[in-house]
C-alpha cells in the first residue's frame, strides 16, 4: 500500500529547555528483583532526561539515593551499557550517553514500520470496548495540555501508542516497539516542551483517533506516519544547535 506524502514539518525550534533534574524515584516505585528495580529507576532518569547525556553516573551517589549495596548499582549500569543508554570508559567512569542522532533515525525507522502496521490492522479490527480507551486516553491528555502538565501529557501520550500496538493482539509487538523506540522516547524530552509542540503532538493524535473511528486504516496509516516522522526534522537542527548533547555522527 502506498502512503501519502509526508507534509513539511514545523520550522524546527533549536532552543531547548531541559527537562528539570528530579531525584531517583524510590526502589518501591517498581516491581521485580532488587536489581530490577534499581535498573528501573535509573533508566527512567536517564530517559526522562533527570540524568542528562554527558552526566558523570557516580555508583557510590546512587547507592546512597537508593540505599542499596554497590552490586545491583553495579549490575543495573551493565544492562543499559548494553541498551548504549549509559558509556563505561576504563580508567575514566560511566557516563550517562549523548544522543546518537544514528541510533535515533534507525529506532525511528523501525518503530514506524511496526506502527504503521498496528495501526492499519487496528483500525480494521477495533472493537467498541478499544474505542472507549483511546478517546479516554484523548481526553486525559485534552485535560493535560490544558494544565500544562507536560510530564503527564508525555506518559499519557505514551499510554495511546501502547494501546494500539496492544490492540494489534499480537503479544510481542507493544515490547518490540518499546526497545526499538528507547533512543527516541529520550530524546522526545527534548522535543515536547517546545513551544506549539505539545499542542501539534494533539491533534495529530486526534486525527489518528479520527481514521480509527471511521475503520479507515488508509487515513490510519497516513496520519500516524505523519505523526511519526516529526521528530527527524526536529531534532537535526537541535544536534547542531546543542553538540554537548549529541555524539558527533
Known amino acids: 500500500m502506498q502512503d501519502a506524502p509526508r507534509q513539511a514539518p514545523e520550522v524546527p525550534m533549536p532552543e531547548v529547555q531541559l527537562p528539570p533534574r528530579?531525584?531517583?524515584?524510590?526502589?518501591?516505585?517498581?516491581?521485580?528483583?532488587l536489581a530490577q528495580r534499581v535498573y528501573a529507576s535509573l533508566r527512567e532518569a536517564i530517559l526522562?532526561?533527570?540524568?542528562?547525556?554527558?552526566?558523570?553516573?557516580?555508583?557510590?551517589?546512587?547507592?546512597?539515593?537508593?540505599?542499596?549495596?554497590?552490586s545491583p548499582v553495579s549490575e543495573a549500569v551493565t544492562r543499559l551499557a548494553v541498551e548504549h543508554l549509559v558509556r563505561i570508559v576504563p580508567q575514566a567512569g560511566t557516563y550517562v550517553a549523548r544522543f546518537s542522532l544514528a541510533e535515533v533515525r534507525e529506532g525511528a525507522f523501525l518503530r514506524e514500520a511496526l506502527e504503521l502496521a498496528a495501526v492499519e490492522k487496528v483500525a480494521q479490527t477495533i472493537t467498541d470496548d478499544e474505542l472507549t480507551q483511546l478517546r479516554h486516553n484523548l481526553r486525559l491528555q485534552q485535560g493535560l495540555l490544558e494544565d500544562h502538565d507536560f510530564d503527564g501529557f508525555y506518559q499519557t501520550d505514551a499510554a495511546m501508542h501502547e494501546l494500539i500496538?496492544?490492540?494489534?493482539?499480537?503479544?510481542?509487538?507493544?515490547?518490540?516497539?518499546?526497545?526499538?523506540?528507547?533512543?527516541?522516547?529520550?530524546?522526545?524530552?527534548?522535543?515536547?516542551?517546545?513551544?506549539?509542540?505539545?499542542?501539534?503532538?494533539?491533534?495529530?493524535?486526534?486525527?489518528?483517533?479520527?481514521?480509527?473511528?471511521?475503520?479507515?486504516?488508509?487515513a490510519a496509516r497516513a496520519a500516524t506516519r505523519l505523526?511519526?516522522?516529526?521528530?527527524?526534522?526536529?531534532?537535526?537542527?537541535?544536534?547542531?544547535?546543542?553538540?554537548d548533547l549529541f555524539e558527533p555522527d
Open 22 to 33: 528530579k531525584p531517583l524515584r524510590p526502589l518501591d516505585a517498581f516491581a521485580g528483583s
Open 165 to 218: 500496538l496492544t490492540f494489534t493482539g499480537y503479544r510481542r509487538v507493544a515490547a518490540l516497539a518499546d526497545t526499538s523506540w528507547v533512543h527516541v522516547n529520550r530524546a522526545r524530552q527534548l522535543i515536547l516542551p517546545a513551544p506549539g509542540r505539545v499542542q501539534s503532538t494533539y491533534a495529530e493524535h486526534q486525527a489518528i483517533l479520527a481514521a480509527i473511528e471511521t475503520r479507515d486504516p488508509v
Open 227 to 243: 505523526h511519526l516522522g516529526r521528530l527527524i526534522g526536529f531534532l537535526e537542527p537541535l544536534a547542531l544547535a546543542r553538540p
Open 48 to 70: 526522562s532526561m533527570s540524568f542528562r547525556p554527558g552526566d558523570i553516573l557516580r555508583k557510590p551517589e546512587v547507592c546512597a539515593q537508593l540505599g542499596v549495596s554497590r
